[in-house]
């Protein structure tokens, strides 16, 4: 069946522009997530969802990230006045909460100029 | 807090050869799960294995296997007949059933010689 897909795959802004980011997870995964993933790092925990419940968005690293998922499915990130440390790649990534596995997009690259 | 720790930043393998990539991880949790996972230049994330840290059995996946000591939180991952393809990032990651959190450590780079 389809894995998860990102859109766009590359994204080029402007410094102080908001820009959106999409996630479509595996169909029927519950679990929803979202990691930043800055050149030669690891994966930074930003946001997840899971079924209805409110989102544990710990991880968001400061007011101008915000995401939310409509109907339980398609996720946006949004990140407002962009600045260049967050240049990054951005990973989503969805799983059964039972099965306990993530499956991943293959990213958006965001570059900030 | 849960940690992951991966030592190797970057290591190299001569095709066909086997390589041990380290990875410790920290946790107060009894209930929780293992992965590696290998990302290509392509970026996307790949599961290479997982365990579960009730089981005493280490995971095999064909050439991939895990060397899980619990009581000295070490998950190792190691790969068998080395092949060009296996080269990527490795990350080890860490996930609690009472967070819904997956740790990841910082990566190592597996380069494979021909």
């Known amino acids: 069946g389809a894995g998860v897909s990102q859109s766009p795959s590359n994204k080029v802004t402007e410094k102080g522009k908001d820009v959106e980011l999409r996630c479509d997870p595996i169909?029927?995964?519950?679990?929803l997530y979202w990691y930043r993933q800055s050149l030669g790092q690891g994966l930074e925990f930003l946001i997840y969802?899971?079924?209805?419940?409110?989102?544990?968005k710990s991880g968001l690293p400061s007011d101008r990230f915000s995401a939310e998922r409509t109907g339980g499915s398609v996720s946006t990130l949004t990140i407002q006045r962009t600045q260049q440390e967050d240049s990054a790649v951005y990973l989503c990534?969805?799983?059964?909460?039972?099965?306990?596995?993530?499956?991943f997009g293959p990213g958006t690259r965001l570059l900030v100029l | 807090a849960q940690t992951v720790t991966q030592s190797q930043p970057e290591m190299s393998v001569q095709e066909a050869e086997t390589v041990t990539l380290s990875c410790t991880y920290d946790t107060s949790e009894s209930d929780y799960y293992l992965f590696w996972y290998k990302q290509p230049p392509s970026r996307q994330m790949i599961l290479v294995i997982r365990?579960?840290?009730?089981?005493?059995q280490n995971a095999t996946e064909n050439r991939f296997s895990v060397n899980f000591q619990k009581a000295a939180k070490s998950f190792s991952l190691k790969i068998s007949d080395s092949q060009l393809g296996d080269a990527a990032m490795y990350f080890c990651?860490?996930?609690?059933?009472?967070?819904?959190?997956?740790?990841f450590g910082t990566g190592t780079r597996l380069k494979v010689l021909a």
């Open positions: 990651a860490h996930y609690t059933s009472g967070t819904y959190k997956y740790i």
């Open positions: 990534a969805s799983s059964l909460v039972d099965e306990k596995t993530q499956y």
């Open positions: 969802f899971q079924g209805n419940s409110a989102p544990d």
């Open positions: 365990q579960e840290a009730y089981k005493q």
């Open positions: 169909s029927g995964h519950t679990a």
